[in-house]
């Protein structure tokens, strides 16, 4: 089938289930377009509770539908993509949460919303990068244990050396591959190729890579800092996907990514072809315990409440 025909199918589709489609910034261009709403992690919970619509289909990976699924218990949360996974959402566990818990017993647990629904039924609040430093700002409790991804984790405590100096930060030790594998030597050729070109990077990356960031946050934060600084180019050291909404949001400026060429392969096994067939079939509902329902649904409302 041609494209064009494939996305008039998919919108007709749209409109007969009730459907808003939510996509990430690291999905196929394509899936970016014929979304209603494309954002980071944050801003994907947020639009998923405000929707009206009886479905909502997730173009993202698993935890991304389970998280809007846990906020939304009464709407049809579907993934384009059953098998689409975050691989640092499977490095930590309920079991791993409570083996900290037993050796801390005031802990509170800061969970990444890049985590499965199980292991967010064992956290207090989660956290995504945009909004990471203004909640673990607010914690009162004396021992912190930030989880998954070792890597925000450095970030954050670089970030409020101040404001955690008298508490114990734990950090575990998960990662995300796709951010993890930047070498400062990459980025410090991509910077001789492009020296005017500033550096916006993810807090996943390599804590070793920092230094050579002249910015740091989310994926939407990048896309700001694109947008709004004065520069013309831009070394950007994230998931390539996000290059679709650089160009879209700042057409006359020059964006460079590194050699190493990043990608999810998770996010990318998605397609307009995938979307179709959930839409048409009911494809991939996204079910969840009853018990864990109840659990994970609360650290990710004290998320929204801490974040406002
Ligand atoms: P954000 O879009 O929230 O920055 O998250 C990045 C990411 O790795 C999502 O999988
Ligand atoms: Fe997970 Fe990394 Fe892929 Fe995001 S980019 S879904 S953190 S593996």
Do not use: W
Request: negative net charge; charged residues 35%.
């Amino acid at each position: 089938m041609e494209k064009k025909e494939l996305i008039r199918e998919i919108e007709r589709l749209k409109l007969e289930k009730d459907a808003l489609i939510l996509a990430h910034y690291y999905v196929d261009g394509d899936l970016q377009e014929i979304a209603d709403f494309v954002g980071d992690s944050y801003a994907l919970a947020k639009k998923a509770v405000s929707s009206q619509k009886k479905r909502i289909v997730f173009c993202g990976v698993k935890f991304m539908g389970e998280s809007a699924k846990l906020l939304n218990p009464d709407k049809e949360v579907f993934l384009v993509d059953k098998d689409a996974l975050c691989p640092m959402a499977e490095m930590i566990t309920g079991k791993d949460i409570e083996a900290y818990r037993k050796k801390y017993p005031d802990l509170c647990v800061v969970t990444y919303i890049n985590s499965t629904a199980e292991t967010k039924a064992h956290s207090d609040v989660c956290i995504t990068s945009s909004n990471a430093l203004k909640i673990v700002k607010k914690i009162q409790a004396d021992n912190i244990l930030l989880c998954p991804d070792k890597n925000l984790g450095t970030y954050i405590k670089s970030q409020l050396e101040e404001d955690l100096k008298d508490k114990n930060v734990i950090i575990h030790d998960g990662y995300c591959h796709v951010h993890e594998d930047f070498t400062y030597e990459a980025i410090q050729e991509a910077k001789e190729k492009h020296p005017n070109a500033p550096v916006l990077a993810h807090p996943e990356i390599n804590p070793a890579c920092y230094d050579l960031a002249d910015y740091i946050g989310s994926t939407s934060g990048i896309l700001k800092e694109a947008r709004e600084r004065e520069e013309e180019e831009f070394i950007i050291c994230t998931e390539k996907g996000i290059l679709h909404q650089l160009q879209k949001d700042s057409p006359n400026k020059k964006f460079y990514f590194t050699d190493l060429e990043q990608l999810c392969h998770d996010m990318k096994k998605l397609n307009l072809e995938k979307l179709r067939d959930c839409l048409r079939d009911d494809l991939n509902e996204v079910f969840l315990d009853e018990d864990i329902m109840e659990k994970a649904s609360q650290p990710l409302k004290k998320m929204l409440e801490m974040a406002e």
